[in-house]
């Protein structure tokens, strides 16, 4: 019915055979279904990803909704079953430090690394590795200094990557400036892509974000780019998280920033990125701070004094 994307309609099946896995779960009739034994497949999803459980939970009931609007069941016995919280700690991804993100510049612009310009250009622009790796020629306009961004690469339910027409977001689709700093990459990304209709082909085929990954968690333990004593998952997306929080040291608004990175709501750039924006407020109350005190305004030296009423 055209309500959601092809890649979003393979994430259902994947998830769909994940429940029929469990042979509890293929074998009984909806109409059988109990509370226990779908709370024990449940706990039986623990050890996965939260997000996983979320898929999984989220599946179970819009079918059971389902269900009873069709009349095959007359209510929803699992209405009342709870969500399960993964066992999994969860480690939150973080963006690169100045010193590492110079390290990792340094690596990838003067060693012979696969993928390179999609991680590069990534940590430049802060776009999804899924919308770099779906770039065409056409989308780039050098004269204006601008890269359109309106599809992604996604997996079909063998694993094989394809271009979904669309980016993971509706505000997805966007067109961004080429920075200065990115302009001599995106140059020479074209020069190495000339004659293809995709510019980052590999072996002929296109490439998915997990190639990159592969690529990228190999480099960084290669060359000891991470420091291991800072908190924090580092990971491909560390890329975009690093553009984003450069651009908010930098003094960069947050409403400008959510266009960059494509997000739907400026409440998703905020908390995401709440750390650096707390951290650049602090920086510049600090700066306000010693202007004041150069104006000779401040209570330092003050003695306050208490007045009546």
Known sequence: ??????????????????????????????????????????????????????????????????????????????????????????????????????????????????????????????????????????????????????????????????????TKTENGNRVIRISETAMPLVKEILQCAEGNEFLFIHKGKLVNTSQVNLQFQRVVEKYGIVDNKIKGKVSLHSLRHTFATRCIEAGMQAKVLQHLLGHSDIRITLNTYCDAFESFQRENIAMADEYLASMGIGFGNLRLLKTAG
């Not at 622009?125 to 065409?136: C, F, P, S, W």
């Open 1 to 166: 019915m055209n309500y959601i994307r092809e890649s979003t309609y393979y994430r259902h099946t994947d998830t769909l055979k994940r429940i029929e896995v469990n042979p509890y779960m293929k074998t009984t009739p909806i109409q059988q279904l109990s509370y226990t034994g779908v709370k024990e497949y449940l706990l039986t999803e623990t050890r996965a990803a939260q997000s996983v459980i979320d898929k999984i939970y989220m599946m179970i009931q819009r079918t059971m909704r389902e269900a009873v609007k069709r009349n095959i069941l007359a209510k929803n016995q699992l209405e009342d079953i709870k969500k399960p919280k993964s066992v999994q700690r969860r480690e939150k991804v973080r963006a690169l430090t100045k010193e590492e993100q110079i390290k990792l510049y340094e690596v990838l612009t003067t060693e012979d690394i696969n993928y390179s310009h999609q991680m590069l250009l990534s940590m430049l622009t802060g776009m999804r590795m899924g919308e770099v790796n779906a770039l065409k020629a056409d989308d780039i306009n050098l004269k204006m200094r601008t890269i359109s961004i309106s599809r992604t690469i996604a997996r079909d339910l063998k694993g094989r990557a394809f271009v979904s027409q669309s």
